[in-house]
């Protein structure tokens, strides 16, 4: 009863700001219809609930199964199985993130199908899988992280060349999505299961970070790889947005219920499948064991089930909204401040972050303060929203505008910046774009570039996740520098008191 009590408070306080903000701007500049309202409620509820049962069950199923996993495929002694299994285990783990469905849906909706959900999900998927192979050979042979990054972002610079501006969104969306809620903890635990058998253990403790961050690349590689062999040509794009919209209540939320379902149970099934062959072949549990996870498994299901529900009947659409509204009004300074603000709050209340900071100041032993990572954070991924909103209110402004050189930095300072602190910074992305970035602050954008003349809700609807995902890359990085100095200053310090 604790553990979801828990679960309750770390989603309420991530979800609460979004809220509350709405219900200000309701009251204000941008009065919602109250049948709108009311599901949008409904579905912050829904969204709560679903993702505290879901987080719970990813603590007591899923992450366990990235563990035994990890330690199975370590213990094999066989290059070759690691990189198989790690693979499948890529693919699975990838189509059931909750975030890539999301981003999926929308390239769906907002293509009218061109781009079908599930090309995206199963594309994004081989990325993945093919990236977490890479990740631990990586991590069994040594291959420096910062060697292996440059190589894969300059591959992805290359491509960038011969992506279409409508995948070249997608793609760093998609590299933002999938590295979600269930796919993190699962990557992380995998890992960990294979690096802690290395026998030294500062290589252990670097290793432990930086699977997310390859795994990531993957999903950037495959949707741009996509594009070129498609040879798509150019695809229109538009939002259906009914300001005062349907009076109904209650029937969006059971209309969607039973395809969501059945998605969340195909999404879920290869990885109890794969949970259940390997019990009988590797991980022999005993029966209190195997239970606990099979019931981790099932909140897992009733958790998704939830949480997509109140998404896609209630949540995402006042965002689009509140977007679409808020680029009406004269003055677009309002669009720049509530992008802002949201962008601020959202990463001050995601419970991973503060999971995040807490680790940062425990391996620098105080020396990098929790409260300065957060605070870094939540001002740049304020600022990541704002100028994607700028992006949108200026048609010159493109996304690589944003993204090259952002990337170019970074990769620059991982040769500059304790090594630690480069896989704690490539792989926080997906911490920094949580759920609440792939739902409400995706749907502001969306709604905003429908508004704006000029504006292309594909290419400038998306690309917000990318740049939220960009934030930590730079923060953390700098902050590892600054840890970099500290501790060089203070053996001179030291040395000068001993002389």
């Not at 919602?32 to 829904?46: K, N, S, V």
């Not at 783990?93 to 999926?104: G, N, V, Y």
């Not at 009218?112 to 990236?131: H, P, Q």
Request: with cysteine; proline share 3%; glycine share 10%.
């Amino acid at each position: 009863m604790n553990a979801i009590t828990d679960k309750l408070k770390e989603v309420l306080f991530s979800v609460l700001p979004i809220v509350i903000i709405v219900l200000i701007l309701n009251f204000t500049i941008t009065p919602l219809e109250t049948p709108t309202l009311i599901r949008f409620l409904i579905g912050a509820l829904l969204i709560i609930l679903g993702l505290s049962i879901f987080l719970l069950g990813v603590d007591l199923g899923i992450t366990p199964v990235g563990n035994l996993m990890g330690s199975f495929l370590a213990k094999s002694n066989n290059v070759w199985v690691v990189l198989t299994a790690g693979a499948i285990l890529g693919f699975f783990i990838s189509i059931a993130e909750p975030d890539l469905h999301i981003l999926a849906g929308q390239v769906n909706f907002v293509t009218s199908g061109v781009i079908s959900k599930f090309s995206i999900v199963a594309i994004v998927s081989i990325g993945i899988a093919i990236m977490l192979s890479l990740g631990l050979f990586r991590i069994l042979f040594n291959v420096p992280l910062y060697k292996v990054l440059t190589g894969l972002y300059a591959l992805i610079l290359g491509l960038a060349l011969f992506t279409t501006p409508e995948f070249l969104a997608i793609s760093f969306d998609a590299s933002g999505a999938t590295t979600g809620a269930l796919t993190v903890p699962f990557i992380l635990a995998l890992a960990m299961g294979v690096s802690i058998l290395k026998k030294d253990s500062k290589a252990s403790e670097k290793d432990s970070f930086g699977l997310v961050a390859i795994a990531s690349a993957g999903a950037i590689i495959a949707v741009m790889v996509m594009s070129i062999v498609s040879r798509a040509d150019k695809i229109t794009s538009s939002l259906e947005i009914d300001v005062s919209s349907s009076n109904s209540i209650i029937s969006p939320f059971f209309n969607v219920l039973p395809t969501i379902m059945y998605e969340v149970f195909l999404a879920l099934l290869p990885l109890i499948v794969v949970f259940l062959v390997f019990q009988k072949i590797s991980f022999k549990l005993d029966k209190r064991g195997f239970r606990k996870i099979l019931k981790g498994f099932v909140y897992a299901f009733t958790g998704l089930v939830f949480f997509l529900v109140g998404v896609n009947a209630g949540f995402m659409e006042v965002g689009t909204t509140v977007g679409y509204v808020l680029a009406s009004l004269d003055n677009k300074f309002y669009l720049l401040t509530v992008g802002f603000l949201i962008g601020l709050v959202t990463i001050l209340a995601e419970p991973a972050v503060h999971v995040l900071t807490h680790q940062i100041e425990e391996v620098t032993s105080g020396s990098v303060k929790r409260k300065a990572v957060l605070g870094a954070l939540s001002i740049g991924v304020g600022f990541s929203v704002a100028l994607s909103m700028i992006r949108i209110l200026i048609p010159g402004v493109q996304l690589w505008h944003y993204l090259l050189p952002g990337y170019v930095i970074s990769i620059i300072m991982t040769y500059f910046v304790p090594k630690l602190f480069v896989g704690i910074a490539f792989d926080s992305g997906g911490v920094a774009s949580g759920p609440m970035t792939a739902t409400f602050i995706l749907a502001l954008a969306q709604g905003a570039a429908e508004q704006i003349e000029g504006a292309n809700v594909l290419i400038d609807g998306f690309g917000i996740i990318a740049m939220v995902a960009l934030t930590p890359l730079i923060t953390l990085q700098i902050l590892g520098l600054i840890f970099k100095i500290k501790s060089k200053k203070g053996g001179l310090d030291r040395d000068a008191k001993q002389c």
